[in-house]
C-alpha cells in the first residue's frame, strides 16, 4: 500500500497532538466571594483594654468569621454562612448576642435579630425573645417557615420551639460580666448620676457588643443579618434598630449587604441599612461614600453614634463608624483575613 501525502500530514499532526502540553486547567466560573463582621461598636479605648481582653476578641472575631469563609468557598450560601457566622458570636460570652447579651431592667434577657436575603428580599426578625439560644437562626425560620416577616415576645419563642431550635433556660445567658454592669448603671441611676433615662453618657456606653455579619456568596447573592441583647437596664419592652429591616439590617442584590450597630434609636430614626442603599441605588455612590455619608452626616447630626459592616455586590467592602472603636472582621476572595478594634488601626 502506498503511504499518501495525506497520511503522513495525519500522523504529523498526531503526533504534534501527543507532544504538545495538556490544556490549561479550565478557571473556575465561581464568583468572588466576600464576608465582613462587627461585634459591636461604642466608646473601645486601648486604655481601657488588657492584652488578655483584646485578644480575647480578636480571636473570637476569627474564629466566627472563618466558619463562614469556608462555607462560601465551598459554594455554601449567604444565608448558611451568615447564621452560622452569628451563631458562633452568639454562644461567646464577649458579645451582647445570645450567650454574652446583657440584660433588662428586670433583670431578664430579651433578645433581637433579623435576616435578609439579597436576592429575593426576604426577611425575617424576632424581637424581645427570652429563651432561644441562637436568635438569628429563629429570624431565618420566621423568614422560610412562616408568612411573616416579624415576630415578638412570647409568641416568637414558641414558635421557635415548634421549629425544633433549641430553647434554654435565662440562666443560661447570665453572665457575671453583665449583671455586674446592671448593678453598676442601676447604682448610678439611684445615685441620681443620670438625670434621665436620655442621658447621653448613660446610653451610649450601655449596649457594647451586638454582632452582625454581611456576605457575598459564590452565586453572586448578597445577604446580612444582626443579633443583640440591645441594651442594659433596657425597660418597657424596649426594642432596637438590630430587629428592624432597613434600619438595622437591609440586603439587596442590586446594592449592598448592610449590618449596624449603634444606639438603636438614632439608627430606627435614620433608618441606616436602607438609606446606604438607597444611596447606592438612587444616586450611584460607592458602598464607602453612602456608608460615610450615613454614618457621619445622616446619624452623627442627630446625635447617634455606632458603625455599619457592609458589601456590595461586587465584594467591595465597608466599615464605617463614628465612635473610637468597632469590633469588625474581614475576608477577602482570596482569603486574607483582616480583624481590628480601634477606628485607627
Ligand atoms: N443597636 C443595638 C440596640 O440599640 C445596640 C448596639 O448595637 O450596640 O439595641
Known amino acids: ?32 466571594v466576600g464576608i465582613v463582621i462587627h461585634g459591636g461598636a461604642g466608646t473601645i479605648l486601648r486604655e481601657n483594654m488588657t492584652t488578655e481582653i483584646e485578644d480575647a476578641y480578636r480571636k473570637a472575631l476569627a474564629n466566627a468569621i472563618k466558619i463562614g469563609y469556608d462555607i462560601l468557598k465551598n459554594g455554601g450560601s449567604g444565608q448558611e454562612a451568615v447564621e452560622k457566622t452569628i451563631n458562633a458570636m452568639e454562644d461567646s460570652a464577649l458579645f451582647n448576642a445570645g450567650k454574652g447579651a446583657v440584660l433588662t431592667a428586670k433583670e431578664t434577657i430579651e433578645l433581637d435579630a ?20 441562637n436568635p438569628i437562626s429563629a429570624a431565618i425560620k420566621v423568614m422560610s417557615n412562616s408568612p411573616h416577616v416579624m ?12 421549629q425544633g431550635l433549641e430553647i434554654v433556660d435565662q440562666k443560661y445567658f447570665f453572665t457575671d460580666r453583665r449583671i455586674n454592669s446592671l448593678k453598676r448603671v442601676k447604682e448610678a441611676e439611684q445615685n441620681d448620676k443620670i438625670i434621665s433615662s436620655l442621658d447621653e453618657a448613660f446610653l451610649r456606653n450601655n449596649r457594647f457588643g451586638t454582632v452582625g455579619c454581611v456576605v457575598l456568596d459564590s452565586e453572586g447573592n448578597l445577604a446580612a443579618g444582626t443579633s443583640t441583647g440591645g441594651m442594659t437596664n433596657k425597660k418597657w419592652n424596649r426594642i432596637g434598630d438590630a430587629p428592624i429591616i432597613g434600619a438595622g439590617t437591609y440586603a439587596n442584590n442590586n446594592t449592598c449587604a448592610i449590618s449596624a450597630t449603634g444606639w438603636g434609636e438614632f439608627f430606627i430614626r435614620s ?14 455612590l460607592s458602598i464607602q461614600e453612602a456608608s460615610r455619608i450615613v454614618i457621619h452626616e445622616k446619624v452623627a447630626t ?17 466599615m464605617e463608624m463614628n465612635t473610637p472603636g ?6 477577602d476572595n482570596d482569603g486574607n483575613l483582616m480583624v481590628k478594634i480601634y477606628k485607627d488601626e
Do not use: W
Open 302 to 318: 442627630l446625635g447617634g453614634d455606632g458603625g455599619i459592616v457592609g458589601i456590595d455586590n461586587q465584594g467591595n467592602v465597608a
Open 1 to 32: 500500500m502506498k503511504f499518501k501525502y495525506s497520511n503522513a500530514i495525519l500522523l504529523f499532526i498526531i503526533i504534534l497532538g501527543c507532544s504538545s502540553p495538556p490544556p490549561k486547567e479550565v478557571t473556575s466560573k465561581k464568583k468572588p
Open 114 to 133: 433579623s435576616f435578609m436575603d439579597g436576592a429575593t428580599l426576604d426577611a425575617g426578625a424576632i424581637s424581645g425573645v427570652k429563651t432561644i439560644k
Open 151 to 162: 415576630l415578638s415576645g412570647e409568641g416568637a419563642d414558641q414558635f421557635a420551639s415548634e
Open 271 to 284: 433608618v441606616v441599612a436602607h438609606d446606604i442603599s438607597a444611596l447606592m441605588e438612587y444616586k450611584g
Open 326 to 331: 468597632m469590633y469588625r472582621a474581614h475576608i
